[in-house]
C-alpha cells in the first residue's frame, strides 16, 4: 500500500521511512533527498533549487511534482512512502491525479505530530550518512563508533546546511502556512491517522505498523 509521513521538519519522517524501506521492502519517495540530489549535479535547475531549500523555503510544486511523477513513471515498488511530499494542496491534488493513472490508490496518511520545541533540537543535532542515507543524532542516536556510520561503515557523515535555526524558523513558518491545510484535507478523505511523533523511534515505529495493517 501507499502511504504520505506528513509532520513538519525533524517530525521523524525519515528516520520511520527508512526503517519501513528495510522491515518491509517499500520503496522511499523523498522529495527533499531528491532535491538534494539534484543540486549536487550543478545544473542551473539544482543551483537555483539549493539556494531556495537553505533558505529554508519551498521549492516551487512544478519540480517536485515532475520529480514524483519521473519516480512513479520508472520505479515499481509494493509501496511506496511519500516523505516530505506532498507539501501544498497543489501538490496533494497532482498526486491523487498520478496515483490514479497508474492505477494505484493511497492507503493511508500520518501525520506526525510534534511540538515546536523538541523539533529545534532534533534538527541542530541531525547527521546523516552521505552513503546510505542513515540518520542520527548528536545526543539521543550517535554513530556507535564516532565518525562512522553504523548501517554501511562509511566515514561520510554530513550536516545539512538548512539545519541551523534560521532556516529552520522559516521550515517551521512554510509547513504551518503551506503544508498543515492538507491535515484538513486527508481528514476529510478519510485517509488521516495522527500519530504521537514525541515518543521513541520504536514507540513510533509501532504505531505506523498498526496504521499501516489496518490499511492492508
Ligand atoms: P526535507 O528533506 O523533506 O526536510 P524536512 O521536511 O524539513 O524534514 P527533515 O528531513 O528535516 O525531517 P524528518 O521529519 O525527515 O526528520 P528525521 O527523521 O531526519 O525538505 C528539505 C527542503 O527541500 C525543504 O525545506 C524544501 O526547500 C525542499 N522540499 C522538499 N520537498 C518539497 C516539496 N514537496 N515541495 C517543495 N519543496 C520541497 O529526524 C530528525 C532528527 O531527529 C534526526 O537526528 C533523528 O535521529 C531524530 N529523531 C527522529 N525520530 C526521533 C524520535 N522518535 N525520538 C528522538 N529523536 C528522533
Ligand atoms: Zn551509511
Redesign the pocket.
Known sequence: TNII?L???????????HKLVAERGMVQL????M??EARTSGTEMGKRVAE??DR??????D??IGLIEEKLDTVKAPGFIF??????LK?ADALGALLERHGQTLGAVIE?KVDDEALVS??T????CGDCGA???DV??PTKVAGVCDACGSTNLKR?A??NEVSLRT?LM??YKKTSPLVGYYYHAHLLSSID?????E??ADEIAKVLDKAG
Open positions: 509521513l509532520g513538519p521538519p525533524g517530525a521523524g519522517k525519515g528516520t520511520q521511512a523523498s522529495t527533499g533527498d532535491l538534494r531556495v531549500m529554508g523555503q519551498l521549492v516551487t510544486d519540480i517536485v516523505d516530505g511530499f506532498p507539501r501544498t501538490q506526525m532534533r534538527i543535532g541531525r547527521f546523516t540518520v542520527y543524532h539521543t542516536h545539512r538548512d539545519d521550515r512554510e509547513y511523533a514525541l515518543a521513541s523511534v514507540t513510533v
